[in-house]
């Protein structure tokens, strides 16, 4: 039997969060976490968390799983479970709506903050705009991110500052943006990050990478954007 | 019951996903106030799932490509029920709305001359069928839909569109003339209730695959706009015409590309035989998506199917080399490992075919308007209501969806819908307001599940509906054994309406919306049953035993089923194209 400890909290209710146990007969197979929490709802409907495509490519299911970030449609128990134990909280560091669903909106606004659309206000050619192979490689690694917010809640920096360092999921987009040569507005988009907090409360911790459901790497992209932020000031 | 609090905007799009953001996006650009109401936040749309590409003729594979070529393709791929004049538009249109979405910012992956790559996908050809294969599905990499849906939301965000993120939309509400006004929809994160109310009101609510036990599709497809539309007394078309894509990984039901067979892949029984090859002698692996998946199922049920039960059969994608799969099957291969636990590097996928995509849905014309059929049999326009993508029947699919048409397909008719309702709002809509008695007549639904005080678990009455989907109404089909699936369905019917809410807190309650989303599940899968038992002919994705042929005589229209008489009627197929003489139904070989 596995011993499955949830975060429960409903504001209409509780006066206080709590932690939940739940026994759960795995039947010997290695299920994914986000399993276990769809079984667990058939037997109490009241237990909230999202979900959408259950194959992580949404992002709706990033939670903290025995102490880390995850998606849980993709953590097998077997990558998670510590001595017939699973625990599983919210992601941390944003207020929690119920149980283990939280108000992304900081979240959002830092991503919105970067401008996280393709400018370009040259017109547009009568087909596509040509991008080489070797160009286009360089968005390798920074589109792909699903937005999860599983790295930004796993950045002490972000914890401190949500409101004013753009956080590792932000600062990725951010860069693919001003990494894709189809784009015009490197010189605004770099104006626009220039100050103490955006990017640089980024110390390197690196938790970010630790826990990208995708293997992206954050650190590395801020990087970069350093490196042109700095270019730019000699 | 007291008033409820009342939102108005020119257009409200229900929906988050490929069409509704592309429709919103029209109508954002324009400047007219529009909201989205989705209950999930966008980028959490079943969209996100589309993995190989949006199939289109922008001649960058080849120089010379025809957007014609790809109208036959479609018309045969549809069996030849998809609505000639749709999909003229739609395979004409398509390269102006591809070149959009890449000015918009799209991370297509590129040629050596840095133009779109395109991929081969299963049904395409030059020439009208006599020049082999085609390459015609645009691609980023194996992400195409996560890649096209980030992109509809940034070029949103950019023009300003209203979110109505994590909102619910419940039911809607029509005025005294019948119109569609707006619906009434909760806000999830406060459970607050309000009447959206809107000049223009656009279904983008995406498909049903969860009415199957197996499908690949996201927890979230449960059908809301086509059971919104049924409970409002408005019918919907084909929708028998269910896709059963040839490879979802066994077992664990998520999809695995077409485009792994259109880089080269292809499917192998227990024998290592590549069975495709006596199925579709010419196109093989890349014959239409009905036809693999029907041949798949007969080699299972012929005895040669893989595994210890025999009960799936194998992609083989190894011989491919490692470097071109991690550079064009990326995603596949992080599927692939953890769903299956096998490497398609150095061995095969098990895979069956799976619950994948609804050809049917709310009939609509090009412009999105939603339909309805009049006393004498006529088309009549519902008035302030819309839809596209795959909630509408427009119809670009007809009887069996072709690979790379259904991103084609929402982004066409989403902006097509936009610019229509643009036209329609700067000439000036009036629409009757609402009274409080119609307002409250969408609330009825929603009132009784929050004062059920007995009956059963949401989660219980889903699974029961979809075993009785997969069993009865599955890739095989036959009369005795869809009756019987609609005498349990019948059964069914009191105990859905009866859910038990035991829960009844306003903040975020998840079972409030799982027992909402299980009627809209019914409505779609009882709607399913009677057209398929009503239509006695095989045709596309629809396959009985005990009527083998396509029957064009009585046959070649579309279903509609009318959800006051639980009945289904014929509508004819539209054969006008604008550019050339329309294409006869021909036998469809591969």
Known sequence: MLNVSIYRYNPEVDAEPFMQDFEFDTQGKDLMVLDVLEK???????????????EGVCGSDGVNISGKNGLACITPLSECVRGDKLVIRPLPGLPVIRDLVIDMSQFYAQYEKIQPYMINNSPPPAIERLQSPEERKKLDGLYECILCACCSTACPSFWWNPEKFIGPSGLLQAYRFLADSRDTATEERLANLDDPFSVFRCHGIMNCVQVCPKGLNPTKAIGHIRNMLIRNAA | ??????????????????????????????????????????????TVSAQGGITCAIASDDPNDKWEWHMYDTIKGSDYIGDQEAIEYMCQTGPEAIFELEHMGLPFSRTEEGRIYQRPFGGQSKDFGAGGQAARTCAAADRTGHAL?????????????????????????????????????????????????????????????????????????????????????????????????????????????????????????????R?????????????????VARSMVLEILEGRGCGPDGDHVYLKLDHLGEEMLNAKLPGILELSRTFAHADPVKEPIPVVPTCHYMMGGIPTNVDGQALTIDREGKDTVIEGFYACGEAACVSVHGANR?????????????????????????????LKEATEEDIQRAMVGLNKINQSSGGENAAVLRAELQTIMQNYFGVFRRGDY???????????????????????????????????????????????????????????????????????????????????????????????????EPFEPQIRTY
């Not at chain 2, 490929?18 to 959490?44: D, E, H, W």
């Not at chain 2, 259904?406 to 000036?428: H, P, T």
């Not at chain 2, 899968?525 to 009527?547: C, K, L, P």
């Open chain 2, 402 to 430: 072709l690979g790379g048409n259904s991103l084609l397909d929402l982004v066409v008719f989403g902006r097509a819908s936009g610019i229509f309702i643009e036209k329609q709002l700067s000439a000036g809509i009036t």
């Open chain 1, 40 to 54: 667990l709802k058939i037997q109490d409907p009241s237990l909230v968390f999202r979900r959408s495509c259950r």
């Open chain 2, 1 to 46: 019951m007291g008033s409820l609090r009342k939102m108005s905007f020119d257009a409200v799009i229900v929906g988050g996903g490929g069409s509704g953001m592309r429709a919103a996006l029209q109508l954002a650009q324009s400047g007219y106030k529009t909201a989205v109401i989705t209950k999930v936040f966008p980028t959490r749309s079943h």
């Open chain 2, 275 to 291: 069975f495709m090859e006596r199925y579709a002698p010419n196109a093989k692996d890349l014959a239409g998506r009905d036809v």
């Open chain 2, 149 to 273: 849906l980030h992109t509809l939301y940034q070029g949103n965000l950019k023009n300003k569109t209203v979110f109505l993120n994590e909102w619910f939309a419940v039911d809607i509400v029509k005025n005294a003339d019948g119109a569609v006004v707006g619906v009434v929809a909760i806000d999830i994160e406060s459970g607050e209730t309000v009447f959206v109310e809107s000049k223009a009101t656009v279904f983008a609510t995406g498909g049903a695959g969860r009415i199957y036990a197996s499908t690949t599709n996201a927890h979230i497809c449960t059908g809301d706009g086509v059971g919104m539309a049924l409970r409002a007394g408005f019918p919907v078309q084909d929708i028998e015409m269910w896709q059963f894509h040839p490879t979802g990984i066994h077992g664990a039901g998520t999809l695995v590309t077409e485009g792994c067979r259109g880089e080269g892949g292809y499917l192998i029984n227990k024998d290592g035989e």
């Open chain 2, 482 to 580: 869809m009756k019987t699936g609609i005498e349990k369905l019948d059964k069914l019917r009191l105990r859905v309406e009866n859910v038990y809410l035991d829960d009844k807190s306003n903040a975020f309650n998840t079972a409030r919306l799982e027992a909402l989303e299980l009627q809209n599940l019914f409505e779609t899968a009882y709607a399913t049953a009677i057209s398929a038992e009503g239509r006695t002919e095989s045709r596309g994705a629809h396959a009985r035993e005990d009527f083998q042929e396509r029957d064009d005589e009585n046959w070649l229209c579309h279903s509609v089923y009318f959800p006051e008489s639980k009945k289904i009627g014929k509508r004819p197929v539209n054969f006008t194209l604008k550019t050339r």
